[in-house]
């Protein structure tokens, strides 16, 4: 790219287009990305249906995943013998990083005959480390297929895990992670919103804090937020999960009002993950023209953290 003549953003679109055709490419993004990627996309979800599609890929030569970077590994756990693209490498994830592998191995050994279980945002080496993985859409699902007295570690977000706790039974014994976009959450901020809206349902991510869960209407994943949206006969709603979704809940639903949960911190009407948005149309186009940065992951670790993932998948 000429960097004193940059592309507009409908040349970009036009150029990525044609990248991935001339590429045999398929761009992925969650619904947490920008407006612009998502439409640009060939598949966009959760990250379970992402999981799910880029599995069943056969034909692509690259996947570009626009996400957060442990989307791509998993990605590339998947599709093994594909290129795995991802736009920024630097699109972390604040609760995958609150979990390092070392430490969780040793909070896994002084739990001993616990079975693991973690949540799919995490690095490689904690899925490596892991008997199966979960989404916040399948969570329970998963969970409720062990005997009820098989001890469970459950990791990194301890939200996600005390939610599932307060609606199985159960007493997993919880990693202490959290997603810094849904621990910021306002409770106050909700119950003001609600007293001036009282007809919008609250839509709340079980990432969230137990005192925000709480007062949901509906709590569940990204795509079960949105799949409410759409089934619901309320004309607005309150949205408490990362504002990217409210996009794509517009796209389906243009006759329907969505307000933003407003996080503690601030005084605007948004709450966004500053990794997830790291990824620019630019990014992407670099991403495709230039093949980097790529995803590459040590043949022996992607055998241990593949399986528990395929477990997920199987069970879902």
């Known amino acids: 790219m000429d960097v004193e003549n940059p592309m507009s953003a409908d040349q970009l679109k036009q150029e990525?287009?044609?990248?991935?055709?001339?590429?045999?490419?398929?761009?992925?993004?969650?619904?947490?990305?920008?407006?612009?990627?998502?439409?640009?996309?060939?598949?966009?979800?959760?990250?379970?249906?992402?999981?799910?599609?880029?599995?069943?890929?056969?034909?692509?030569?690259?996947?570009?995943?626009?996400?957060?970077?442990?989307?791509?590994?998993?990605?590339?756990?998947?599709?093994?013998?594909?290129?795995?693209?991802?736009?920024?490498?630097?699109?972390?994830?604040?609760?995958?990083?609150?979990?390092?592998?070392?430490?969780?191995?040793?909070?896994?050994?002084?739990?001993?005959?616990?079975?693991?279980?973690?949540?799919?945002?995490?690095?490689?080496?904690?899925?490596?480390?892991?008997?199966?993985?979960?989404?916040?859409?399948?969570?329970?699902?998963?969970?409720?297929?062990?005997?009820?007295?098989?001890?469970?570690?459950?990791?990194?977000?301890?939200?996600?895990?005390?939610?599932?706790?307060?609606?199985?039974?159960?007493?997993?014994?919880?990693?202490?992670?959290?997603?810094?976009?849904?621990?910021?959450?306002?409770?106050?901020?909700?119950l003001q919103l609600k007293e001036q809206y009282p007809d919008a349902p609250v839509l709340v991510h079980p990432e969230c804090r137990k005192q925000v869960v709480m007062v949901a209407d509906k709590v569940g994943s990204t795509a079960a937020l949105l799949a409410y949206a759409k089934e619901s006969n309320a004309r607005r709603f309150i949205v408490a999960t990362e504002s990217g979704i409210i996009h794509q809940m517009k796209k389906d639903c243009p006759d329907k009002e969505f307000i933003p949960a407003p996080p503690n911190d601030s005084t605007c009407g948004c709450n966004d993950c500053a990794f997830m948005k790291l990824n620019t149309l630019e990014k992407l186009y670099r991403c495709l023209r230039d093949e980097t940065p790529e995803v590459n992951i040590d043949p022996e670790l992607a055998e241990r953290a593949r399986r528990p993932i395929e477990r997920m998948l199987s069970l879902s």
């Open 16 to 190: 990525i287009v044609r990248l991935k055709k001339e590429k045999n490419a398929v761009v992925l993004a969650h619904y947490y990305q920008t407006g612009d990627i998502q439409d640009i996309a060939d598949h966009i979800g959760d990250s379970l249906a992402l999981a799910r599609y880029a599995s069943t890929l056969k034909e692509a030569r690259i996947i570009v995943l626009c996400g957060v970077y442990f989307m791509g590994e998993t990605a590339k756990l998947l599709c093994p013998d594909k290129k795995v693209l991802v736009p920024d490498a630097n699109a972390g994830c604040s609760l995958a990083d609150s979990c390092p592998a070392d430490e969780f191995a040793k909070f896994i050994a002084a739990h001993p005959d616990h079975m693991v279980v973690s949540y799919v945002n995490t690095s490689v080496g904690v899925k490596a480390l892991t008997d199966v993985l979960v989404t916040s859409g399948n969570a329970r699902a998963i969970i409720d297929t062990f005997p009820q007295d098989q001890p469970i570690i459950f990791g990194p977000d301890r939200n996600l895990g005390n939610y599932i706790n307060s609606i199985t039974g159960r007493n997993m014994v919880l990693w202490d992670g959290a997603c810094h976009v849904h621990e910021k959450f306002s409770l106050e901020k909700i």
